[in-house]
């Protein structure tokens, strides 16, 4: 689209050329029709202000920037650019981040993660795919099921987990 764009551009300045020339040959009175778009179309593209949107980061963004070491994370609770976007201020590895196009592995890799949270089988996050983080609804209670994970974090929507906790490798 945004080669188009420059085409449609390119293709309307040619046919704009034409039409002031035949304005300007014309008499005085086109020529001040023909200035007056100039003038016009001169302020149309000065350039403007691109419009800014402030993104308010929830604490658990700033507390995951904090945290040690690079392990994984999984964030159940928001959508996939929101999601991208966090990373880039906590810079943690993601589950289930944005690729243009899906490998067969890649999918196969993410249904494999999807079906170990459905069966809430917490524990193999971290020890099979070193995923140590995971951001759910505040509604959701892990430690019940796995006493020894610990909630790092927890508000009115979301609670944080830390999934290392409970995974300890035998010896």
């Given at each position: 689209?945004?080669?188009?764009?420059?085409?449609?551009?390119?293709?309307?300045?040619?046919?704009?050329?034409?039409?002031?020339?035949?304005?300007?040959?014309?008499?005085?009175?086109?020529?001040?029709?023909?200035?007056?778009?100039?003038?016009?179309?001169?302020?149309?593209?000065?350039?403007?202000?691109?419009?800014?949107?402030?993104?308010?980061?929830?604490?658990?963004?700033?507390?995951?920037?904090?945290?040690?070491?690079n392990?994984g994370?999984?964030?159940?609770?928001?959508?996939?650019?929101?999601?991208?976007?966090?990373?880039?201020?906590?810079e943690?590895?993601?589950?289930?981040?944005?690729?243009?196009?899906?490998?067969?592995s890649?999918?196969?890799?993410?249904?494999?993660?999807?079906?170990?949270?459905?069966?809430?089988?917490?524990?193999?996050?971290?020890?099979?795919?070193?995923?140590?983080?995971?951001?759910?609804?505040?509604?959701?209670?892990?430690?019940?099921?796995?006493?020894s994970?610990?909630?790092?974090?927890?508000?009115?929507?979301?609670?944080?987990?830390?999934?290392?906790?409970?995974?300890k490798?035998q010896?």
């Amino acid at each position: 689209p945004v080669r188009m764009m420059v085409m449609t551009m390119l293709s309307a300045a040619v046919i704009s050329a034409i039409g002031f020339k035949v304005l300007f040959r014309e008499s005085t009175g086109k020529r001040v029709v023909a200035g007056l778009l100039l003038i016009i179309i001169f302020i149309e593209y000065l350039p403007k202000p691109i419009p800014a949107s402030k993104i308010t980061l929830p604490p658990y963004v700033n507390l995951l920037k904090d945290l040690p070491d690079n392990k994984g994370i999984v964030d159940t609770t928001i959508g996939d650019a929101l999601a991208l976007y966090y990373q880039t201020i906590h810079e943690k590895p993601m589950a289930f981040g944005y690729v243009s196009r899906i490998p067969r592995s890649v999918n196969k890799r993410d249904e494999e993660l999807k079906q170990l949270i459905r069966d809430k089988k917490y524990i193999l996050l971290y020890r099979d795919y070193n995923i140590r983080y995971f951001i759910t609804d505040a509604d959701t209670d892990m430690v019940n099921e796995y006493p020894s994970i610990r909630t790092l974090y927890q508000d009115t929507k979301v609670k944080l987990y830390d999934l290392a906790t409970e995974y300890k490798p035998q010896r």
